[in-house]
């Protein structure tokens, strides 16, 4: 059923993997405040900041991949919630979302890595953006948990029956 507390966990992970989609990722600017790094879901962005009046964009890299495979994230979340007839098949779509926000959130770390070894100075800032993925993939085992917990109780009814 859609009223469910798996529903409102699903709800959360498709919600902080949209939110991904929004927020920056990662910063960095470098010692001599001259340049900008910035992540988001889409791209890797530099940016020269030595004019006051206008910054110019330096290098721009996609990573559309990122944003591509959050918005799936989100998608399937949304699915799974109503699959709720089945939940074998809910609990292996949660599996499966699980990995792919798993891979979002390396991807994202290895960029920002990779960008912070091009640029001197201190390291960059993880934003809003970046910890967006853990909460969707804490909320998405948690409903993966209640929905495990369902399934449980539904055979341990047909088994007094």
């Given at each position: 059923m859609i009223?469910?507390?798996?529903?409102?966990?699903?709800?959360?992970s498709a919600l902080a993997a949209g939110l991904f989609l929004y927020f920056p990722t990662w910063?960095?600017?470098?010692?001599?405040?001259?340049?900008?790094?910035?992540?988001?879901?889409?791209?890797?962005?530099?940016?020269?900041?030595?004019?006051l009046e206008a910054t110019t964009v330096v290098n721009e890299q996609s990573v559309i991949y990122i944003a591509i495979l959050a918005m799936l994230a989100m998608i399937l979340a949304l699915y799974s919630i109503f699959q709720f007839k089945n939940r074998i098949r809910q609990m292996a779509i949660g599996l499966a979302n699980t990995l792919i926000l798993a891979v979002v959130l390396g991807l994202s770390f290895y960029h920002a890595y990779q960008a912070n070894q091009q640029l001197e100075g201190?390291?960059?800032v993880f934003l809003l953006g970046f910890f967006m993925i853990p909460v969707a993939m804490i909320a998405n085992t948690m409903a993966n948990r209640f929905i495990?917990?369902?399934?449980?109780l539904v055979?341990?009814?047909?088994?007094i029956r």
């Open positions: 009223q469910r507390l798996q529903t409102i966990f699903l709800f959360i910063t960095k600017i470098s010692s001599d405040e001259q340049t900008n790094l910035r992540l988001n879901a889409y791209k890797l962005v530099e940016t020269d900041m030595s004019n201190p390291d960059g495990r917990k369902d399934e449980k055979r341990s009814v047909d088994r």
